[in-house]
């Protein structure tokens, strides 16, 4: 099992940026589909954004054009640019990883049920 630390949450006001970070324990997690979730109070966990080992990208709607996922196979770490932040945003975001290749990373964004492994969380608050 991957171990996968995020960090980079905090509180910012509406329209402000944060970035996250998610660092990988193997190697092996750059080849997987990654991606990051979020889970507001009360709410179901969602898909934000994912990405394939080789790059190819996908986005929940709601964060297209202000949200963007990018990783570093270099330092096994993935990443989550967020702009434009808007109170909605808040949530606690979680990075994941799927480890199978014939599964849909597109589909990571609509559904957690493919997903092996996943970060501890970091909170993300967005006051208006």
């Known amino acids: 099992q991957v171990q996968l630390v995020e960090s980079g949450g905090g509180s910012v006001q509406a329209g402000g940026s944060l970035r996250l970070s998610c660092e990988a324990s193997?190697?092996?997690?750059?080849?997987?589909?990654k991606g990051w979730f979020r889970q507001a109070p009360g709410k179901e966990r969602e898909g934000v954004a994912s990405?394939?080992?080789?790059?190819?990208?996908y986005y929940r709607d709601s964060v297209k054009g202000r949200f963007t996922i990018s990783q570093d196979n270099a330092k096994n770490t993935l990443y989550l640019q967020m702009d434009n932040l808007k109170p909605d945003d808040t949530a606690q975001y979680y990075c994941?990883?799927?480890?199978?290749?014939?599964?849909?990373?597109?589909?990571?964004?609509?559904?957690?049920?493919?997903?092996?492994?996943w970060g501890q969380g970091t909170q993300v608050t967005v006051s208006s």
């Open positions: 994941a990883a799927q480890r199978e290749p014939t599964y849909s990373c597109g589909r990571m964004v609509r559904t957690t049920e493919n997903v092996d492994d």
């Open positions: 193997e190697y092996t997690y750059s080849s997987y589909c």
């Open positions: 990405i394939t080992g080789g790059g190819k990208i």
